[in-house]
């Protein structure tokens, strides 16, 4: 995945308004800000992704904001390799999948600057055509090295003090340990390309492990693909159900 990843999370609170977080430093917050910070999730998403990049829900130890941008990988672009892979795990009804890089969409970066990408088997960008709308997954996994950050004491839907809540939020303590929380995001933000609306997931687990999704109706602007969905790509209840697939996850 390219910065790709950065949207996918949210990035550090501090620097809301610009598309350049990383993941480990997004994930690197994660375990202390927890997502509880809504400018640092939707927009470090809208962000990242919008700039090729995916952000990760701060999941950094001891609140260290590390910088990790990811990038495609240019031979998996396509409707080859991972976007087939993907589509299996996904309903078939969902539409057209094909692997992308948000950071050549967005900015029309080449290939030379694009860097390794995650550790999840099916971690990258992709759009989804469905209905004469273009929208996108992206999909994330890091291992944070922490592994109190799945702490179901620590509820990211309870907005901190001063800082608004995540919208729809929905925080999960499932049996073995894991902890799945998804919420909505308006992405009413004024940063370029405007993303359209989009639900988020992401599944903490138990080892410091975490997996996270951005389910986007897709961007506005002249390097959009298409207009946007009138929905994202999967319902919440597909969403929840694509984070607690194994095939996303690195085999240990």
């Given at each position: 995945?390219?910065?790709?990843?950065?949207?996918?999370?949210?990035?550090?609170?501090?620097?809301?308004?610009?598309?350049?977080?990383?993941?480990?430093?997004?994930?690197?917050?994660?375990?202390?800000?927890?997502?509880?910070?809504r400018v640092t999730v939707s927009?470090?998403?809208?962000?990242?992704?919008?700039?090729?990049?995916?952000?990760?829900?701060?999941?950094?130890?001891?609140?260290?904001?590390?910088?990790?941008?990811?990038?495609?990988?240019?031979?998996?672009?396509?409707?080859?390799?991972?976007?087939?892979?993907?589509?299996?795990?996904?309903?078939?009804?969902?539409?057209?999948?094909?692997?992308?890089?948000?950071?050549?969409?967005?900015?029309?970066?080449?290939?030379?600057?694009?860097?390794?990408?995650?550790?999840?088997?099916?971690?990258?960008?992709?759009?989804?055509?469905?209905?004469?709308?273009?929208?996108?997954?992206?999909?994330?996994?890091?291992?944070?090295?922490?592994?109190?950050?799945?702490?179901?004491?620590?509820?990211?839907?309870?907005?901190?003090?001063?800082?608004?809540?995540?919208?729809?939020?929905?925080?999960?303590?499932?049996?073995?340990?894991?902890?799945?929380?998804?919420?909505?995001?308006?992405?009413?933000?004024?940063?370029?390309?405007?993303?359209?609306?989009?639900l988020v997931g992401r599944l903490?687990?138990?080892?410091?492990?975490?997996?996270?999704?951005?389910?986007?109706?897709?961007?506005?602007?002249?390097?959009?693909?298409?207009?946007?969905?009138?929905?994202?790509?999967?319902?919440?209840?597909?969403?929840?159900?694509?984070?607690?697939?194994?095939?996303?996850?690195?085999?240990?």
């Open positions: 995945m390219s910065n790709e990843v950065h949207e996918l999370l949210g990035r550090a609170a501090g620097e809301a308004g610009q598309p350049a977080t990383t993941t480990r430093a997004v994930y690197a917050g994660a375990a202390r800000v927890r997502l509880r910070r927009v470090a998403a809208a962000a990242v992704v919008a700039a090729g990049a995916v952000a990760v829900p701060n999941l950094a130890p001891k609140g260290d904001t590390q910088e990790t941008t990811v990038a495609a990988p240019v031979e998996l672009v396509g409707n080859g390799g991972r976007a087939k892979e993907l589509a299996k795990v996904l309903p078939k009804d969902v539409g057209d999948i094909d692997q992308v890089s948000l950071s050549v969409i967005r900015d029309g970066e080449t290939s030379e600057q694009e860097m390794p990408h995650l550790e999840g088997p099916l971690d990258g960008h992709f759009s989804v055509r469905k209905d004469g709308g273009v929208g996108y997954l992206v999909i994330g996994y890091l291992d944070t090295g922490d592994p109190g950050a799945a702490d179901p004491a620590g509820d990211p839907c309870k907005p901190a003090q001063g800082q608004p809540g995540l919208a729809d939020c929905v925080n999960e303590e499932l049996p073995d340990g894991r902890v799945l929380t998804t919420w909505s995001d308006p992405m009413n933000h004024e940063v370029a390309p405007q993303w359209g609306k989009e903490t687990l138990k080892d410091g492990g975490v997996l996270a999704v951005r389910d986007s109706t897709g961007f506005k602007g002249e390097r959009a693909q298409g207009p946007l969905m009138k929905t994202p790509p999967l319902t919440r209840a597909q969403l929840r159900e694509l984070l607690l697939s194994p095939e996303l996850l690195p085999k240990k």
